[in-house]
């Protein structure tokens, strides 16, 4: 949301224009950005306010003083995301496919002279991939890329079929020694995938991955390259993980996105066989929820109850905060009184046998244990589970 106030011919430009290229597709992971809409709400906001600015100022960076300087950056980060969004598709119109635009596309000299236009937080590189999967997907319509076989199920008949570890490590360290990281990532993470306990091989390709990391002028590509190579070398880092369960998050949690959390906390393969209807009512905020188990899919409809539902659980949306966040379970507070029941309580037992915890520290690079932790029923239904500080 951009902000202008007249009175001091300030233009403030929350994140939508910092001094970088921003992020297109986020490498952790979001809903991929509009660059064509984004480049428009600039351009909306230099002809509606730019035009009489005297100073730009934004969330991450320092003020930019004059009406000229002011245009300038507003015509530049307009063009920035326009051409990304406008050549990645023409490339994709030509052929170039999501496995290659990112060695294809380029900014324009123009645009790249620019400091504040580089990619100090989004890149070209996987911006570029963004845009192509928005529009068009993963697929780059070789039926071989279609449905290919798993990493570590290929990985095996690669490395067979260029005569195992010995001549790949040693054709890797010569591609290494020349500069060619890419081309001995290539052909070393086949190994790694292949044989996770090959540590000379682990840490050939770390020193390839750090290499290329130090390279990098966008951060985030920067970060990735080093934490696989730290990964490699030394196991899944035991640094703390936060715990996004604060009160607030939680009252700001809608019962719905708390019920949403659940089917997706749910292992579906432990649910096969299982069918029940629980009816929710939470009288302090008038809300009410049908909840199904069935076909191994937890499913809820806001407004609706069940005729005949196997449970029927009241309890006020405030307490079933307290749930949610892990200060108390469920069973203690019907238990006490706090929440009142009707039908089998015992579908709660089965719906919280159905629930994992998910472990932050999961595996990236093979080699590392990759564990998903399994809860017993005392904090099945918190709403954003933490993970455990490894000691």
Not at 96 to 119: A, F, M
Request: net charge negative; hydrophobic share 40%.
């Amino acid at each position: 949301m951009n902000t202008y106030i007249p009175d001091m011919k300030a233009l403030w430009m929350a994140e939508n224009v910092t001094a970088t290229l921003h992020n297109i597709y986020t490498l952790r992971g979001a809903p991929i950005r509009d660059a064509l809409l984004w480049s428009k709400y600039i351009s909306e906001a230099l002809y509606r306010f730019g035009t009489e600015a005297e100073v730009i100022i934004a969330s991450h960076h320092f003020p930019r003083w004059g009406n000229d300087r002011v245009q300038e950056i507003l015509r530049a980060q307009r063009d920035l995301y326009a051409h990304m969004n406008n050549q990645v598709l023409d490339l994709a119109n030509q052929g170039v496919t999501i496995n290659e635009i990112h060695n294809v596309y380029q900014l324009p000299k123009s645009l790249q002279d620019q400091w504040h236009c580089r990619g100090y937080h989004g890149s070209p590189e996987h911006n570029s991939r963004g845009v192509i999967q928005s529009y068009l997907g993963f697929w780059d319509c070789n039926p071989a890329t279609l449905k290919p076989l798993s990493p570590t199920d290929s990985a095996p008949l690669y490395v067979e079929m260029m005569g195992g570890a010995d001549p790949i490590i040693a054709k890797g360290q010569e591609l290494h020694n020349a500069g060619e990281y890419l081309s001995a990532i290539e052909i070393l993470n086949k190994l790694c995938l292949a044989e996770t306990n090959n540590q000379e091989a682990r840490d050939l390709l770390a020193d390839c991955y750090e290499q290329i990391g130090y390279q990098q002028e966008n951060p985030g590509l920067r970060n990735s390259y080093l934490a696989g190579a730290y990964e490699l070398r030394s196991g899944i880092s035991a640094a703390p993980t936060a715990k996004s369960s604060s009160p607030d998050t939680i009252r700001a949690m809608s019962t719905e996105l708390f019920l949403n959390f659940l089917g997706i906390r749910m292992d579906s393969r432990k649910a096969e066989g299982m069918r029940f209807t629980i009816n929710l009512i939470t009288p302090d905020n008038g809300e009410k929820f049908l909840i199904e188990l069935e076909n191994a899919t937890l499913t809820n409809i806001e407004g609706h109850l069940a005729e005949n539902p196997d449970l029927t659980l009241t309890i006020n949306r405030i307490d079933l905060e307290r749930t949610m966040a892990g200060e108390i379970t469920l069973e203690a507070q019907i238990e006490d009184g706090t929440a009142t029941v009707e039908g089998d309580v015992g579908v709660l037992t089965q719906l919280a046998s159905t629930m994992v915890d998910f472990d932050p520290l999961f595996e990236i690079l093979p080699g590392t244990t990759n564990t998903v932790t399994e809860i017993d029923g005392a904090d099945a239904f918190e709403a954003v589970p933490g993970s455990p500080i490894p000691e």
